[in-house]
C-alpha cells in the first residue's frame, strides 16, 4: 500500500513538472498523496509530522490563488507553521556538538547567506518585510535543527532530513527570486522540484 501511494506522489509530481496544464490542481495533490504515503509507511505516524504536512498543503493551495490580496501572506503564514512544526520534530532527535564554538560555526552559513539574500531583495519587498524576514529565520532554524538531527553518530539516513531542508532553503529562494525580482528561465520546474524533493527527503528520514 505505502510504495502505492509513493508511486502516485511521484507521477502526479512528473505531471505537475511536465504538462503545463492543471498544475494547480497537480500542485495541491502533491501532499495529501505524500502525507498518505507517510502514514502507510511509518507505522505509528506522528501527529507533528501529519500537521506539518498539512500546513505545507495548505501554504500550497493559498499560493495557487494568484490575484488574491490575501494569498501570499496567508500562504507563508502556513509555510511559516509548517517549519515551526517541522523544527519541533527534528529537535526530538537533536544531537548537540560536543564543542560549544562548533554550533556557532554551523550558524555562521546560515547567518550570512540569510543577510546577504535579504539585502539583495529588500528593496522588491514591499510591505511584507517583516514577514518574510520571520520566515526567513524560521526556515534557517528549521535546517539547523535538520543538521542537529543528522549529527553523527546519528544513522545515516538521518541525513535525508537535512538535504531536504537545504531543498526548502533552494526552492524558496528561487521563488523569492521569481515573486520579487522577476521570472527566470525554467523558474517555476526548479521551484516544484526542489520543494517536492524536500517534502519527500524528509519524509523519507522520518520513516525510516
Known amino acids: 500500500m505505502a510504495i502505492g501511494w509513493l508511486m502516485l506522489f511521484l507521477v502526479d509530481l512528473s505531471l505537475n513538472l511536465f504538462v503545463a496544464s492543471h498544475r494547480a490542481l497537480t500542485k495541491c495533490l502533491l501532499l495529501p498523496l505524500l502525507a498518505a504515503y507517510y502514514v502507510a509507511a511509518a507505522g505509528q505516524p506522528a501527529p507533528l509530522v501529519l500537521l506539518a504536512l498539512a500546513a505545507s498543503w495548505l501554504g500550497d ?84 535543527a535538520a543538521l542537529l538531527r543528522a549529527w553523527p553518530p546519528a544513522p545515516p539516513i538521518h541525513g535525508l532530513t537535512f538535504l531536504g531542508s537545504v531543498c526548502f532553503i533552494v526552492s524558496d529562494s528561487i521563488l523569492a527570486v521569481n515573486l520579487f525580482r522577476g521570472r527566470t528561465r525554467y523558474d517555476s520546474f526548479w521551484i516544484m522540484a526542489t520543494y517536492a524533493c524536500a517534502q519527500l527527503l524528509i519524509v523519507l528520514s522520518l520513516i525510516a
Open 61 to 144: 493551495c493559498l499560493l495557487e490563488m494568484k490575484g488574491k490580496p490575501f494569498s501570499f501572506a496567508a500562504g507563508l503564514l502556513a509555510f511559516l507553521a509548517a517549519h515551526i512544526l517541522y523544527t519541533a520534530v527534528f529537535l526530538l532527535e537533536a544531537r548537540l556538538p560536543d564543542r560549544p564554538g562548533l554550533l556557532i560555526l554551523l550558524l555562521l552559513p546560515y547567518i550570512v547567506y540569510f543577510l546577504l539574500f535579504y539585502r539583495s531583495m529588500r528593496a522588491h519587498m514591499g510591505r511584507n518585510k517583516q514577514l518574510i524576514l520571520l520566515y526567513g529565520i524560521a526556515i534557517s532554524v528549521m535546517s539547523l
